[in-house]
Structures are given as structure tokens and as C-alpha cells.
């Protein structure tokens, strides 16, 4: 368990000693896009998360890497399509269940069409497809099912505040049909503060999932501080935070632990 986590201390710490060089407005814009989940700007978060207390007993653990590539697309002269991706390496032992072992999860893509001009009313949209394919390389790191549903997002952002939220529900169409049916809505609320000099922001966001099957709710809330930062030509982004759960869903995680993430930007 300790490798995934020796890894990305390491990455993030080997990057995060070089100052920022852009100007005082650049670097303001550029953030400012970081806490838009569809701004047009290519990204690439790899986020470290560990979960512990699984189990009846609360004896298992887990401990992922998340990646999560945002890509924009024109469609036309009015709209753009941003393409999100949502996959895991993930490694758990969980002893009450008999697991121990690593692998990759199932992959959620996402693709919000937004329009590129907001409106006088200033609030950012999009709406699209979910779609949950089935690629996880062990049972247990997957649901063994395909899946479908529409998500939407929604947000303002005025001054140095970016307020709020997306949303999706899912449904499988498709795989194993020993496996449980999948049938779930996914809510994550967010708000975040830039600081005057336009490099260093805070998040708070929660994200909370029902699962309609079983009747279930899981929810945790993420305080994540966040620094815009240069590694030669490589603009990128470090956020250290604390995830909390205050919900537990089944026999699910149950606890309060460091999140990192780091995200390469592309800016066009």
C-alpha cells in the first residue's frame, strides 16, 4: 500500500518548489478556469485519495490514484463539447472480504456540451451523456456492467467566488447479469475563493451518490487549498486538502484523510 502513495508524494513534491511566473492577470484567468469543471482548457488531474474503516469491522483500506483528463472540442461557432474522463489504479486490502490485491477501475466518461457565450445572466451550463464502461481488472474494482445517463452542470463565477454544482443519473444497459444492477444519482455541490494574488485559491465541495438498488447513501466533503505553480515550460496546479466522510454507504469507507492532487494545464 505504501508504493502508490510514496509515488505521488514524490511527484508532487518534485514540483512543487518552482515559483509561478506568469503575470499577476494571467495567472488570476488561469486559475479562475481551474474551478470550472467545463472551462475550454485542457487538463490533466491525477489525485491521490486513501479510504480507510471497510468493512463490518472496519479493518480495510484503500488507496487510489485518480485520473480525470478534461478535453475541449469546438462544435460549431457556438458551442463547445468537454469531454471528461474518470479512471482509478487503485490498491486495497480489506481482510474481512478476502481482498488484497490492485488493478484498475471502471472508466466514466462524461461530455458536456456548453455553449461559448454565457449570456447576460453569466451563468455557465452543460449538459450530455455519462457513460460507464465496464474495463475494471478485477470484480471487486468494478460494477460488471455497462451504463448510461445524462449529466448536466451549472455554475457562476463573479469576482473571486465560483459557486456551483453537477449532477448525472446513471443506469446500466448492459453486462453481467450476476452482477447488481446499477441504478444511482450523483450530486456534487462546489465553491471556491481566489486569493489577490491570483495563484492561490480554496475549494469546499461535497459529493454525494444514492444509490437507488439498495436504498443507500454515500457523502464525503473535500477543504482543499489550491496553488498555481511552474515546472520549466509545464504550468500545473497542486491542491492538498482533507476529505472527510460523513455518510457511509454500506460496509463503505468511514473516515478523514489527506487528499493531493496535481493537475498539468495546456492553456490554448
Keep these: 500500500m505504501n508504493n502508490i502513495r510514496l509515488l505521488f508524494l514524490t ?24 474551478n470550472n469543471p467545463i472551462a475550454s482548457l485542457i487538463s490533466v488531474p491525477i489525485e491521490f485519495n486513501k479510504d ?12 487510489s490514484i485518480k ?9 460549431g461557432d457556438d458551442w463547445n463539447m468537454i469531454s471528461r474522463t474518470i479512471f482509478s489504479y487503485v490498491e486495497q486490502d480489506i481482510p474481512e472480504f478476502g481482498l488484497d490485491e490492485s488493478g484498475w477501475s471502471d472508466i466514466a466518461l462524461t461530455l458536456y ?27 471487486s474494482l468494478g460494477a460488471g456492467k455497462w451504463g448510461l ?38 450530486l456534487q455541490p462546489f465553491v471556491s475563493y481566489q486569493l489577490d494574488n491570483g495563484k492561490t485559491s480554496f475549494t469546499l465541495q461535497s459529493e454525494i451518490t444514492r444509490d437507488l438498488e ?7 466533503a473535500l477543504f482543499q487549498v489550491n496553488q498555481l505553480m511552474r515546472f520549466g515550460s509545464q504550468v500545473m496546479q497542486g491542491r ?29
Design 149 to 186: 445517463g445524462p449529466a448536466a452542470v451549472a455554475l457562476k463565477q463573479e469576482g473571486r467566488w465560483t459557486v456551483g454544482g453537477l449532477t448525472y443519473y446513471l443506469t446500466d444497459v448492459g453486462g453481467d447479469d450476476d452482477r447488481d444492477d446499477i441504478e444511482q444519482v450523483f
Design 113 to 139: 456540451f456548453t455553449p461559448k457565450d454565457t449570456g447576460p445572466s453569466g451563468v455557465i451550463w452543460g449538459v450530455g451523456p455519462i457513460i460507464l464502461l465496464d474495463t475494471a481488472t478485477e470484480d
Design 52 to 63: 480507510s474503516d471497510i468493512g463490518p469491522e472496519k479493518t480495510g483500506e484503500q488507496e
Design 214 to 220: 439498495e436504498d443507500e447513501t454515500g457523502a464525503f
Design 67 to 75: 485520473f480525470s483528463p478534461v478535453i475541449p472540442f469546438e462544435v
Design 11 to 34: 511527484a508532487l513534491l518534485g514540483v512543487s518548489v518552482p515559483a509561478f511566473a506568469e503575470e499577476q492577470d494571467t495567472a488570476r484567468a488561469l486559475s479562475k478556469k481551474t
Design 240 to 268: 492538498i486538502g482533507v476529505r472527510h466522510w460523513y455518510e457511509r454507504m454500506g460496509y463503505g469507507p468511514d473516515s478523514t484523510e489527506l487528499n493531493l492532487r496535481l493537475t498539468l494545464l495546456f492553456p490554448q
